[in-house]
């Protein structure tokens, strides 16, 4: 049965107790319609509210809310449940529903919010000709190791391998800006041990909702990550401005550098740079 996710949008924000009662309720009228309501991301301030669920489609999934509670969703998009899983993550559900933080109290609820990370290793192809098929995949392992290591440490999960980069997805902000310098400081420190093994990477960082502009799960979060790696000089970290806001207060350097036209954006984006040469920082967000 396809999995579908859903979006709500309440002006002026929710309070968590009416929406574990509209999902209660929900759970009352499914089986009538085939339909499974498994969990549900809310943000209480911005009024968002996301629902996961197996339904025969999408019709029958807004009948669902329609009969319950008559909160229809304003959109409802077909997901992939391994694609949700890798971004999202393995989520704990508290006893109404609502999806919290890992080993997080029933009240930390987590709002659905995630940060992309993508890598890239700067200028792949012609790296290769000038080293070899074979040498070239050995750096890639260094790479994939150095990534992966970093991912581990910091609380990220891997998306996909794009070939020549990594793209991962993380909870905390955060922690994906430290797990992109630590990348970066332990590529530069394999540089300089191995000079004839050296190479560069260049980062992306952004962060939003599951369903935003587009219908797609984390499409437009997932375009400007790779948008700003794409831009990003050799062992540059670029990150959204959202990024930065959300990592207000977490001993994290950034430096501005006002709005960007991005391929495929047909408006400026604010970026800022990570300044990751410094002192290593806490792995906790």
């Known amino acids: 049965m396809p999995t579908y996710m859903d979006i709500h949008e309440i002006s002026g924000g929710v309070s968590a107790a009416d929406v574990a009662q509209a999902h209660s309720k929900d759970v009352e009228v499914q089986d009538k319609y085939g339909v499974h309501y ?20 999408a019709e029958a999934a807004k009948q669902v809310h329609r009969e319950a509670h008559g909160l229809v969703a304003e959109k409802v998009i077909q997901v992939e449940p391994e694609v ?25 609820r987590d709002p659905g919010i995630r940060t992309i990370l993508f ?27 150095i990534v992966r290591d970093a991912l581990a440490e910091l609380g990220g999960r891997e998306v996909k391998h794009l070939g020549d980069g990594i793209m991962a997805s993380f909870v905390s902000a955060a922690s994906a800006v430290k797990c992109a310098a ?14 004839d093994r050296s190479f560069q990477v260049r980062s992306g960082v952004a962060a939003g909702e599951p369903v935003e502009h587009h219908h797609d799960l984390f499409g437009c979060t997932v375009q400007l990550a790779a ?14 401005n959202v990024v930065a806001e959300l990592c207000e207060g977490k001993l994290l350097a950034f ?31």
């Open 182 to 195: 630590r990348i970066q400081r332990d590529v530069a420190k394999h540089s300089r041990e191995k000079k």
């Open 227 to 240: 948008r700003l790696c794409s831009y990003a000089q050799p062992e540059q970290i670029l990150v959204s």
């Open 255 to 285: 430096q501005e550098l006002g709005e960007l036209a991005l391929k495929g954006f047909d408006h400026l984006v604010r970026a800022h740079a990570v300044n990751w040469a410094g002192e290593d920082v806490p792995a906790a967000s």
């Open 38 to 57: 498994h969990k549900y991301w809310i943000n209480e301030k911005a009024g968002k509210i996301f629902c996961l669920c197996h339904a025969p489609n």
């Open 119 to 145: 890598t890239d290793i700067v200028g792949s192809t012609s790296l290769t000709q000038k080293i070899g098929d074979e040498t070239a995949m050995e750096l890639l392992a260094v790479h994939d190791k």
């Open 84 to 108: 949700a899983d890798l971004f999202l993550g393995g989520s704990e559900v508290n006893a109404a529903g609502a999806v919290v933080f890992p080993s997080g109290s029933a009240d930390h």
